[in-house]
């Protein structure tokens, strides 16, 4: 938006009827949402607030960010106008700030002030190591988000990554999550389906009033993407699973409310020009280059769901044509261009010296086939626990040792689902001769994997940790009583260790010698009292030929 200097300082009262203007601004006037900032560079950052109005019309707001250290300058203002245009929502890209600073940074408007928020940039040059905590999935209603909570209080993280599905489009009696124990308390606003401009900032504004969400925006900048929730469940480039053109409407016209209030309500840089190509790339100093990946909007090509493009029970046939049209080198997750960038990225981040190269991912990239449960457990183990499920869970448990039995992967929306579009990644990855390290959300459970070019023999190209979700319910809950993640370590090479019913973050730390992955957990989403533990925690290392093995710790 611009700005219009003399209109902001009349806006905040520091024209000639300033006592009367502050006066009125200050009434109703709050700062509910909380701050937020994200995208840091070496010499710039974005801060984010939204402002409660007092009435309508335009707010003017003043803004201040200072170093945290006793190095003397450094310190800058500011100040803008927002209004209902864009949800009174602020965004500021502060630039003109040195490398590898700590900052708080607060916002004013009409006489009553912000939370405090800390931030920092990015390093330059000789940089020794770099932590960073990996988040994905909030479901609302599901449960507090304790992990968010457990990230603030972190005694270190440089920066926070979110994956997507922030939040979640679901709304309303008997939808998702709304069978929690907690569901009761913190019910969906607005409570039905998030179809318009109006129902997504509605939701945004809900889940930024969660206290523990606005302290981890507080606590570090954030590097964000989207993945499917933020617009309707399994979205590709042209709809969705979860939308029906027939009484919701024209597709595009979601997607561009949905992303609109995204852009407005995050902080995140926005691309020049609009659209939805948020593939972006910051430097760690000489330590690591982070990329993040867009493989919702600006490409996908549609999900090949095994059973609505196979009869209930496939032939050989059937099985062979799947496959053979989910391998079709025309699918896509992402665009060509995206892919050149990439490499591009890829290749300058190796040539430069940097031991890492970080690939920020919506869903997982490894090779999961779905296990075959009961291979893995003793007849009599085997029955005792799935005596103890449900009917609900007995059905879930039968689906899977079905699909096991035709060999199906494990998410056809997963990379999975676009196997030749990840071979070409691979093969950037190689050409550059990376050490690559994937991090993936999406899935509601814990993953530490090994990346191979190929089902069997082949070259390691990655390692990847896949985090669970804040609050979102892992796929293993509804049979908590099968040991699922042990059945997809055992059933899957490239599976090293797999947790199917946490709820945590990862925290990925990088050194020039080594990338150390914790998995952690909070021991529980439907208590406001919790704990935190690592359940599992690899290491790898760089090398001229490709990063090294995970190796447990």
């Not at 964000?224 to 024209?250: L, R």
């Not at 609109?260 to 910051?282: D, L, Q, T, V």
């Not at 990840?422 to 991090?439: C, D, G, P, T």
């Amino acid at each position: 938006m611009r700005i219009d200097r003399r209109r902001a300082l009349a806006l905040l009262g520091l024209g000639a009827a300033a006592p009367a203007t502050r006066v009125a601004a200050r009434e109703g006037r709050a700062f509910r949402h909380g701050v937020a900032s994200g995208d840091p560079l070496q010499d710039r950052v974005i801060l984010w607030t939204r402002i409660t109005p007092s009435g309508a019309g335009e707010v003017a707001y003043s803004w201040s960010l200072n170093p945290t250290d006793r190095r003397g300058g450094g310190a800058k203002r500011g100040q803008g106008i927002t209004g209902a245009d864009r949800d009174y929502t602020v965004k500021v890209d502060v630039s003109g700030l040195d490398p590898a600073r700590a900052y708080s940074f607060q916002f004013e408007a009409g006489g009553v002030k912000s939370p405090v928020g800390r931030t920092r940039t990015l390093p330059v040059g000789p940089t020794k190591d770099a932590v960073l905590a990996v988040c994905t999935c909030a479901l609302y209603p599901n449960g507090y988000f304790n992990a968010y909570g457990a990230i603030a209080a972190l005694p270190r993280v440089d920066a926070v990554l979110h994956l997507g599905d922030y939040i979640y489009e679901y709304g309303g009696p008997g939808s998702y999550g709304m069978d929690s124990a907690v569901a009761g308390e913190r019910p969906h606003d607005p409570p039905h389906e998030c179809l318009s401009l109006a129902d997504y900032r509605r939701r945004h504004a809900q889940y930024k009033t969660d206290p523990q969400l606005q302290a981890a925006h507080a606590r570090a900048p954030w590097i964000v993407v989207w993945d499917d929730q933020e617009t309707a469940n399994d979205s590709w480039m042209g709809g969705a699973e979860n939308h029906q053109p027939a009484a919701e409407g024209d597709w595009n016209v979601r997607k561009a409310a949905a992303i609109k209030a995204y852009y407005e309500w995050m902080p995140i840089r926005e691309p020049a020009g609009g659209g939805f190509s948020i593939n972006r790339s910051f430097d760690f100093g000489d330590l690591a280059s982070l990329f993040m990946l867009e493989t919702r909007l600006t490409a996908r090509d549609h999900q090949l769901y095994p059973d609505k493009e196979m009869p209930a029970a496939p032939t050989a046939a059937d099985l062979a044509a799947w496959r053979q049209r989910s391998a079709d080198p025309a699918r896509k997750m992402m665009s060509t261009s995206q892919e050149a960038w990439l490499g591009k990225e890829l290749a300058a981040s190796v040539k430069s010296g940097r031991p890492w190269q970080v690939i920020g991912n919506e869903v997982v990239m490894a090779r999961l086939v779905t296990p075959p449960i009961h291979k893995y457990m003793s007849g009599e183990a085997y029955a005792a626990a799935k005596a103890a499920l449900t009917r609900a869970g007995v059905n879930r448990l039968g689906r899977i040792e079905a699909n096991a039995a035709l060999g199906l992967p494990w998410g056809a929306d997963m990379w999975d689902g676009y196997p030749a579009d990840r071979a070409r990644l691979y093969s950037l990855i190689q050409k550059a001769r990376a050490n690559a390290i994937v991090v993936s959300g999406d899935s509601h459970a814990f993953w530490a994997n090994e990346l191979y070019d190929a089902e069997t023999g082949g070259k390691r190209v990655a390692v990847e940790f896949g985090t669970a979700g804040i609050s979102s319910p892992g796929p293993g809950l509804s049979i908590a009583s099968i040991p699922l993640g042990d059945a997809f370590a055992r059933h899957n090479r490239e599976v090293l260790f797999n947790q199917q019913t946490a709820n945590g973050f990862v925290l990925l730390t990088l050194t020039h010698a080594q990338a150390t992955g914790e998995l952690v957990a909070v021991s529980s989403v439907k208590d406001r009292a919790f704990t935190t533990k690592a359940i599992a925690t690899y290491r790898a290392t760089p090398g001229p030929a490709g990063v090294s093995g995970l190796k447990a710790v």
